[in-house]
Structures are given as C-alpha cells and as structure tokens.
C-alpha cells in the first residue's frame, strides 16, 4: 500500500535536482514533506498523518459540480413554488 522513499530516489533526485512528487501513501518526515509540498502546484492538498502522506481525490467542476448543481436548481424551484 505504502511507498516507501528509500536512498536510490534520493540519489536521482539530488542528481537531477527535481524533487519527487508527492503521492498518496508515501511514508516521509515532516521535514521531507514540507519540503516536496512546497514544490507541489498551487492548488495540490496534502496532509502528512503519522508520516504517511494522505492526499483528497481532486474534486473538478465539470465532473462534480455542474451534474449537481441541475438538480439542486429544481429543488430550489420545487420548493419555491
């Protein structure tokens, strides 16, 4: 489940200068974290629970919130009327 950062990632990093993204079950340090995070694109959510990494599903608009915002548009109307 867990991935682990072992020391040939940190050797490709410090060779290439890019830091790994942050995934989803990765176990790292706090500092690790915050560093990776800190490079991570604006908007990216992260949260590092007893040093495993936890990350939301990404929640878009044309996937999540237009499907629901019709019928809470007739509910709205249903109820006004």
């Known amino acids: ?12 990093v410090q060779a290439h200068g890019q830091l790994p993204p942050l995934e989803p079950g990765d176990r790292l ?9 800190e ?3 604006q908007g990216t959510k992260a949260e590092l629970i007893e040093g495993a990494v936890h990350m939301p ?3 878009r ?17 249903y109820v006004d009327i």
């Open 1 to 12: 489940m867990g991935r682990y950062t072992t020391q040939a990632v940190v050797d490709d």
């Open 29 to 37: 340090t706090r500092a690790e974290f915050e560093r990776r995070y």
């Open 39 to 41: 490079a991570m694109p």
């Open 57 to 59: 599903s990404p929640a």
């Open 61 to 77: 608009f044309h996937r999540h919130g237009r499907p629901q915002a019709q019928p809470v548009g007739w509910l709205i109307y």
